[in-house]
Structures are given as C-alpha cells and as structure tokens.
C-alpha cells in the first residue's frame, strides 16, 4: 500500500487542539505550516513577518513580484490592513467567512509586510470557513499571508499528501484533515477601483457577486504582465499533455470524464471521472488531484471532456485552460 510511504513523511500531522495550537506557536515564531481551508490548502506565515514571507516565496520558487493573500478571522480585523468601502462591506457581509477573496486598497500603517503585496499599494484578503484555518488563525493571533501550497507553476493541493509530494520538509508543518472541500481557489474581485473586476473565478460566481454590488468586469487579464492571480497562460500545469473538450479519447491516452458518458473512455487507458452524475460542484473538489493522479501515470496525453460553461463550471474551464496552455515559461505561481 501507498500508507507507508506517507507514514514517512514526518512534518505531516492530524489536526488536533494541541497540534494546531504548536502550529500557531511556529506561525509566531516565524516558521512556515501548511494548513486546510475549504478551497485548497495554504502555505502560511505571519504576515507581519518579512522575513517569514520571504520564506514563502523560496519554499515555493515564487517571484515575489506576485504578491500573496492575507488571511484574517473576521472582517473587523480585515479592516486593519484594508479599506473597506461600501461594496466591500456587503460582500465581507454576504460571502465571508468563505471562498472570497477582495483585493483593496491597503490601509496606511498596517503592520502586513510590504512583500506581501509585493510593493503593491493594495492587498489582497480573506476569511477562510475551514474550523482548522479558524482555529490556527486564533492560534497564531496574527494575519497569516499564504498562498496556495504548490511549488510555483503546479496544481493547487487539495490533501495534505499532495502538499508534501510538493513541498516536502521545506515547510515546517502540514496540518491534515482530509480533502478541500471546495477544491478551487478562492474568487478573488478587485475592488480598489470605482468598477469591481473579476481577477479569478471561483466557487463564488460573478452572478453572485453582481446581486450582491452591480455590474463586475471579467478581467482578461495581460499575460505578459501579471500583476492579478491566475492571469498566467499557463499556471495550474501538469507535466502531461491535456486536450480539452474532447468528445473521445484517442488510443492510448488517459480520459478525465465528466458525467455518465462510458462512450468517451471507449479507447482510453486509463479513466478517470470529475462527477458520474455530472455534479459540478463534485467535479471541482475532483479537479487538482484528479489531474495530479493522472499526471503522474506517464500517459501521452490526457483527454478531458467538455464541462459546461456555467456557474461552477466557469471556473473549473478557466483551471483546464490554464493546465493545457504550451508551456512559455512565464508562470509563476
Ligand atoms: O483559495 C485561495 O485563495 C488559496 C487559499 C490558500 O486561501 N490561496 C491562493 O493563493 O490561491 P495564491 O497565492 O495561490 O493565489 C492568490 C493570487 C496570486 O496569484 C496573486 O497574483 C493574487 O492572488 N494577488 C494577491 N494579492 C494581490 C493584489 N494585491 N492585487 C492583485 N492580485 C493579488
Ligand atoms: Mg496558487
């Protein structure tokens, strides 16, 4: 069984009350410890810490020309370090704690490292729902700033396995408690702005949003000068190959399917599927480790079904689009 080896794995650990209270104390003292929210898993560090942050970006072979997330237990403490208008204020109301993040602008004086916004004037900030980012958060008695916890350019993890398949003894703790629930990152909308622009879909949709404030940009972001989340051509990459929407899988290949289709697998090697009856939600949870699964299975290419282009289903393209771009070296997240 595959158990033994991850039994090796040492920096990985149930969490517990007395694990993530240890996992607070490093969070004070400047250590780096991966940890569960409900999107995907985080690789955090005292916000306030530069030196800790900076951590962040070696550990993860991230420029640090792109900044990171601050995460915070509630919207009284998130408007310590931002500056909440009016729209901000409503959506902090209706989303958070959740899968939310807002960029705005930064309040003067706030203790955050400039590194985390990487010399930006903004910051970006959520409150994660998971109970164990919560309780580390109240742990640690400070913001934590992390980013997703991959080695830059790769597939968010969604386990604490993955994280150490990815990051090792680099971080100083791996907080486990199953599978992301959600499986995506966070939404992240800019609203340092008079018009709120969509920097990355996620399980809260623009429709959502726009109820909630108004009208939201779609940003389609420059490629070649990333300054916004997930704007990268290529950035949640597997190694393999991927062929989007494809209505068969060519021999040899392995099949990420997508509802009850037994019809697309008819040549496949090897298949996988994100939902057999076609729950989007089901299918976003799948995603990353899905990918990551058969990724690692030295197939030749991976064939992945069409998903419907809405609600979820919008962001779950956006990550597949982004896996299967050419690789042009300038990803980096
Ligand atoms: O669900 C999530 O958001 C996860 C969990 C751990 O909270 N975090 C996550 O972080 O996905 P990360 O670093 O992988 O993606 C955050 C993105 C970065 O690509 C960065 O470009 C963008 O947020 N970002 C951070 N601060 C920003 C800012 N001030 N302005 C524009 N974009 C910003
Ligand atoms: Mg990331």
């Given at each position: ?237 597997p190694?393999t ?13 392995a099949?990420l ?13 090897k298949?996988l ?17 899905m990918l990551?699964t058969l990724d690692g299975g030295?197939y030749?290419?991976i ?31």
């Open positions: 069984m595959q158990h033994k080896q991850y039994l090796a794995v040492s920096n990985i650990v149930p969490a517990t009350p007395d694990t993530i209270a240890q996992a607070g104390a490093l969070i004070a003292a400047g250590k780096l410890v991966a940890f569960p929210t409900e999107t995907v898993f985080g690789l955090g560090a005292d916000a306030t810490q530069g030196k800790a942050v900076a951590a962040i970006f070696a550990v993860k072979g991230r420029p640090s020309i792109n900044p990171l997330i601050v995460h915070v237990p509630d919207v009284a403490r998130a408007e310590q370090h931002a500056l909440f208008d009016a729209r901000a204020e409503e959506l902090a109301t209706r989303f958070w704690p959740g899968p939310l993040t807002m960029v705005l602008k930064r309040r003067p004086g706030s203790p955050i490292s400039e590194l985390v916004s990487a010399g930006l004037d903004s910051i970006a900030i959520r409150v994660p729902a998971h109970p164990v980012a919560r309780a580390l958060l109240a742990a640690a008695g400070r913001p934590i700033a992390a980013p997703s916890a991959n080695r830059s350019g790769r597939i968010s993890a969604t386990t604490a396995i993955h994280v150490a398949e990815e990051l090792g003894e680099r971080v100083n703790l791996i907080l486990a408690s199953g599978k992301s629930q959600l499986g995506l990152e966070s939404t992240i909308v800019d609203l340092t702005g008079p018009q709120a622009v969509l920097l990355r879909p996620g399980a809260i949709t623009v429709e959502e949003i726009e109820e909630a404030i108004g009208p939201v940009t779609v940003g389609e972001g420059d490629p070649d000068r990333p300054n916004a989340p997930g704007q990268l051509r290529r950035h949640y990459a190694a190959k991927l062929r989007l929407n494809a209505a068969m899988a060519d021999p040899g290949e099949l399917a997508f509802g009850p289709n037994p019809f697309a697998a008819k040549h496949a090697v298949v599927n994100l939902s057999d009856t076609g729950d989007l939600n089901e299918a976003a949870a799948n995603l990353f480790s990551r030295g030749h290419s064939a992945v079904m069409p998903i419907p282009a809405s609600g979820l289903g919008i962001a779950i393209n956006d990550r597949l689009a982004r896996a299967a771009a050419p690789p042009d070296g300038d990803s980096n997240d």
